[in-house]
C-alpha cells in the first residue's frame, strides 16, 4: 500500500499542470466528456504498461524528433479541425463519428505523453521496484495519472456548459496552435542536434505561416457555410 501511495501521488504531481491536462480541457469542445474519459483512460493504461513493463525500450527505438514532429502534427490538425467548425454530432454521420472520437483522443494523447516526464517517473519506478512490484507500479501510475487529468476534462466540460460555444472554441484553437508550434520548435532543434543541421527558426516560420493561412481557409470556408 506504502508503494501505491508513493507512486500515486508522485505520479499525480508530475502530471499537474502539463501540456496533456490542457489539452484535454481542449478536446472537450470536440469531443463527448464520455469519449475523452475512454480515450484517455486507454491511452493511460497502455502508456504505463509500457512504461512499467518495457522500460526505456519506447524511447530507446522511438527518436525523440520523430516523437516531437509526431505531436506537433497532431496539435496542428486538431487546432485546424477546431476553426474549421466540424461538429462531431453532425446529422446523418453521428454515428461514425462518435465510435471514432474515442480513438481520436487515445491517438492524441498517446502521442502527446509519450516521452513526458510522467512516463519517465513510471519508466524510473518500474526500473527500481522490479517486475515483483510491477502490477502495483503500473496501477498506481494509471490511477495517479488519470486523477490528474480527470481535473482537465471536468475543467473543460464545467467550460463548454457555461461559456459560450465560439469562446471555448477560441480558447481550444489557441491552446492546440501553441503546443503545435512549440512542439514543432523542440522537434526541429531535436533534428538539428541528432539528425542534420537544419536551419530551425526559418523552417518554423515557414511552417508557422502555411499553418496560418491553412486555418484562414478553413474559417472563410466555413463562414461562407453558416452564411449559404
Not at 522537434?187 to 486555418?215: D, E, H, M, N
Request: include cysteine; glycine fraction near 8%.
Amino acid at each position: 500500500m506504502l508503494l501505491f501511495l508513493k507512486v500515486f501521488f508522485t505520479e499525480f504531481i508530475a502530471e499537474m499542470g502539463d501540456k496533456t491536462q490542457l489539452m484535454l480541457i481542449a478536446l472537450t469542445s470536440k469531443y463527448k466528456l464520455r469519449d475523452i474519459i475512454l480515450g484517455t483512460a486507454a491511452a493511460i493504461l497502455v502508456l504505463n504498461g509500457l512504461a512499467v513493463l518495457a522500460g526505456g525500450l519506447v524511447s530507446e527505438f522511438i527518436p525523440d524528433w520523430l516523437i516531437k514532429t509526431i505531436a506537433a502534427l497532431a496539435f496542428l490538425y486538431f487546432a485546424a479541425s477546431t476553426i474549421a467548425g466540424e461538429e462531431e454530432e453532425e446529422e446523418g454521420s453521428g454515428k461514425s463519428k462518435i465510435k471514432f472520437a474515442p480513438l481520436a483522443v487515445f491517438c492524441t494523447f498517446f502521442i502527446a505523453e509519450l516521452g513526458d516526464k510522467t512516463q519517465l517517473t513510471a519508466i524510473t519506478f518500474g526500473a527500481n521496484e522490479g517486475m515483483s512490484a510491477a502490477l502495483v507500479v503500473w496501477i498506481g501510475c494509471s490511477l495517479g495519472l488519470f486523477a490528474a487529468d480527470i481535473l482537465g476534462m471536468l475543467v473543460g466540460y464545467l467550460l463548454k456548459s457555461k461559456t459560450p460555444d465560439g469562446l471555448l472554441n477560441t480558447l481550444a484553437f489557441a491552446i492546440f496552435s501553441i503546443f503545435g508550434v512549440f512542439t514543432l520548435y523542440q522537434g526541429l532543434k531535436l533534428i538539428r542536434a541528432s539528425v542534420c543541421p537544419i536551419p530551425v527558426w526559418p523552417i518554423l516560420i515557414a511552417a508557422t505561416v502555411v499553418f496560418v493561412v491553412i486555418c484562414v481557409c478553413l474559417f472563410i470556408r466555413r463562414e461562407k457555410k453558416e452564411i449559404n
